[in-house]
């Protein structure tokens, strides 16, 4: 099969513009052309391309015979045939007609047969047959088409569908950004698409070579924000150099509202701290929370900035503060929530005195404690001797004497509603 001339295309009819629906005619060397393509329809069929090889996914055509005379011979479906792309087809027929992969006997390239698979089968006028083909690949030069091609492999006579072009113009098809105002240090996404099978694409600024990131023609990219930018993409093929821009304002924040959804609850109680903040998306919480988001949604006619944090408090009193940073400074608030019947030690004291009895002729120490304790379930005072001395009592008051030289300690466990539990050692004084 001979290749066509040096920068000549293949001859398409004004039918035969890929994606209308209507029968499109493949042209052939003679006037009277045996074959037609009817109903044709195509996924991706001229689509803008962008970097590397593009695939149009499915095409899909009905073969007629417009002929007067019956024929029964095959068919051969190739792509340009200075390519050789055959192998990556995948081609299903309908009907009594069935489809193989061949060698060209010419130019040694992969082509795909069509033929009847009874021999006898005559194909009428009118007739026709479906063809699917999948995996249609493009790698060609810069403005070059993609063709179907149909031969009539008896008769010699050879058909063009156009189903691709390569190249469109150098542009950015998307070059968006999720919010155009943000606060110090936000994150927002830029989301972009090339076409134009542009050679580079540069996500301006950056901190390549040239103050950019060399990107994908297809891409997203988080960026954490420090001041106004005009953030922007670059895309060069050849000698053609294009840009586009989605700019960013850094706006001074304010936190509108910071408080707990409960300000009162009971121990191990998970409660959110609320926050609605304004020209910014997160913020830090201390006490080891850290950086909060937020996110932004319609209420009563304006759009708030609003987040959640969930928090377990576990002391009596528990505040929390709210950070967000500005051009001009830190902007701050607190938030308080308190426990309910929380295990508190009113009162805890234990002290030694030494005293010298004369009439037995011994040294001996006295021990005094005293404790009180509030909404406290179980409680027991232990000395290092062994000996409980609270009783079970939650209030109380004793002393002991002991012959022993060295200080005891008192162990210390406590035990409240809601799974509250203390337990130490107390040194005595």
């Known amino acids: 099969m001979p290749a066509p001339a040096a920068g000549k295309q293949p001859p398409v009819s004004a039918a035969g513009k890929a994606g209308e629906g209507a029968a499109v005619c493949l042209h052939c060397d003679v006037e009277d052309c045996s074959l037609r393509a009817a109903a044709f329809s195509a996924e991706e069929v001229l689509r803008e391309a962008g970097e590397g090889p593009s695939i149009a996914n499915r095409i899909f055509l009905t073969v007629t015979n417009t002929s007067e005379t019956m024929f029964a011979q095959e068919l051969r479906l190739f792509l340009n045939p200075y390519e050789d792309w055959g192998e990556a087809l995948a081609v299903s027929v309908s009907g009594l007609w069935q489809a193989e992969p061949c060698l060209d006997p010419a130019g040694g390239q992969t082509q795909w047969r069509v033929w009847p698979r009874n021999k006898r089968y005559a194909c009428g006028p009118g007739e026709s047959f479906a063809i699917l083909i999948d995996n249609i690949i493009c790698r060609g030069d810069r403005e070059k088409m993609v063709c179907l091609g149909l031969r009539l492999e008896e008769e010699g006579r050879m058909g063009y569908i156009p189903v691709f072009q390569k190249y469109h113009r150098v542009l950015a098809k998307r070059f968006v950004c999720d919010r155009n105002t943000a606060g110090v240090l936000d994150r927002v996404t830029f989301d ?26 297809k891409d997203k990219l988080e960026q954490d924000i420090y001041e106004s930018t005009d953030y922007a993409l670059l895309m060069r093929r050849e000698e053609i150099t294009a840009y586009a821009k989605s700019p960013v304002t850094v706006l001074e924040p304010a936190i509108l509202s910071f408080e707990p959804e409960q300000k009162s609850v009971r121990y191990g109680t998970t409660v959110d701290l609320l926050f609605v903040l304004e020209n910014t998306y997160h913020g830090y919480i201390d006490g080891g929370i850290g950086r909060v988001e937020a996110t932004a949604a319609w209420q009563d006619g304006r759009c708030a900035i609003t987040g959640r944090c969930p928090v377990t408090p576990r002391r009596k009193v528990n505040t929390y503060r709210l950070s967000i940073l500005g051009p001009n400074g830190i902007y701050e608030k607190t938030a308080t929530i308190t426990i309910e019947r929380y295990l508190t030690e009113v009162s805890l004291s234990f002290t030694r005195i ?46 002991f004497w002991t012959e022993q030289d060295g200080k005891l300690t008192l162990q210390v466990e406590l035990k409240g509603d809601d799974g509250q539990e203390k337990c130490y050692q107390k040194q005595c004084n």
């Open 192 to 217: 972009w698409e090339v076409l134009g099978n542009c050679s580079h694409t540069y996500f301006l600024p950056g901190h390549g070579a040239l103050g950019a990131w060399r990107v994908r023609a």
């Open 354 to 399: 030494y005293e010298n009895n004369n009439e037995d002729k011994k040294n001996r120490y006295r021990y005094d404690l005293a404790w009180e304790i509030a909404n406290c379930r179980e409680i027991r005072l232990t000395t290092s001797d062994g000996v409980e001395r609270s009783d079970g009592k939650q209030q109380g008051r004793l002393s």
